[in-house]
């Protein structure tokens, strides 16, 4: 096997999902209602809630739109990577995904090339958001849309990771929701995705700690700190890490003679 076998596989299998996302036009949508909502409808009430205090490294006063937009990015890849292991889980099922898995390349590369197709998706989707936001005046200083793009690719792929990870032990279809919902929604709510981590604290120190602890936080922090043009070292190398631990348990559950390949009895 030479360079080429492997750039054209992968180019194969990036191909592959951003033409399934291009004619699903629905998930597209869907992906960016959920956060939309939020930043217009529900950041009315938050912002009112918290009032416009906002300790640094921010700027000392601002509106809570502008805080959780960072937030909504993470969003918005955390479901990504769930919709991601959700379609490897169909694969599965479905039997296109045995036909990958007999590919006599390594399996760690089409695994990295499936999570690379989906964080280009979610990249991509997380372009559109800020793009939107932007048109409402709900702004970063311009040198953030470029710092940010490093960090949503990182995040991308942490997620991502998770995403793998947790489709590695979801036997049936059926199952998936039910898992979903043990996931999304304590990594989103014990975040800083939507409230700072000061602030959480005042109210209690156990959600201080989930959310601090929490890779989805770390992810956000990454990609908020990014959107102001500076680097958060703690948030990129727990970022950094939770990807490698997540993808190698992700590599490790879909071996044929570990994972959920042996459960399942496919290749």
């Keep these: 096997m030479n360079l080429m076998h492997y750039w054209r596989a992968m180019s194969g299998i990036v191909g592959r999902e951003l033409w399934r996302f291009i004619t699903q036009r629905e998930r597209f949508i869907s992906a960016l209602v959920r956060p939309l909502v939020w930043l217009f409808v529900f950041a009315a009430g938050f912002r009112a809630a918290l009032g416009l205090a906002i300790s640094p490294p921010y700027e000392t006063y601002i509106l809570y739109e502008v805080y959780i937009t960072p937030g909504l990015c993470g969003m918005i890849q955390l479901f990504?990577?769930?919709?991601s292991s959700l379609s490897m889980v169909y694969d599965r099922e479905m039997g296109s995904m045995r036909l990958l898995m007999v590919c006599p390349l390594p399996r760690w590369f089409l695994l990295l090339s499936k999570l690379?197709?989906?964080?280009?998706?979610?990249?991509?989707?997380?372009?559109?958001?800020?793009a939107i936001a932007l048109a409402y005046d709900i702004q970063a200083p311009?040198?953030?849309?470029?710092?940010?793009?490093p960090a949503l690719i990182l995040s991308g792929?942490?997620?991502?990771?998770?995403?793998?990870?947790?489709?590695?032990?979801?036997?049936?279809?059926?199952?998936?929701?039910?898992v979903?919902?043990?996931?999304?929604?304590?990594?989103?709510?014990?975040?800083?995705?939507?409230?700072?981590?000061?602030?959480?604290k005042e109210s209690s120190i156990l959600l201080h700690h989930l959310a601090q602890y929490n890779p989805f936080s770390q992810a956000v922090e990454l990609i908020r700190f990014a959107l102001y043009g500076q680097?958060?070292?703690?948030?990129?190398?727990?970022?950094?890490?939770?990807f490698i631990v997540f993808m190698t348990i992700a590599i490790i559950g879909y071996n044929p003679s570990k994972g959920m390949m042996t459960r399942k009895g496919a290749a």
């Design 116 to 130: 690379l197709a989906g964080t280009g998706v979610s990249v991509l989707q997380v372009t559109v958001f800020l």
């Design 157 to 178: 792929l942490m997620l991502g990771a998770l995403g793998l990870l947790l489709s590695s032990f979801i036997k049936q279809l059926e199952n998936f929701a039910g």
């Design 180 to 200: 979903m919902n043990f996931v999304i929604f304590p990594m989103f709510f014990m975040s800083t995705a939507l409230y700072p981590l000061w602030k959480l």
């Design 80 to 83: 990504n990577g769930m919709q």
């Design 231 to 242: 680097f958060n070292q703690q948030a990129f190398i727990y970022t950094l890490l939770a």
């Design 142 to 149: 311009w040198q953030g849309y470029l710092w940010v793009l």
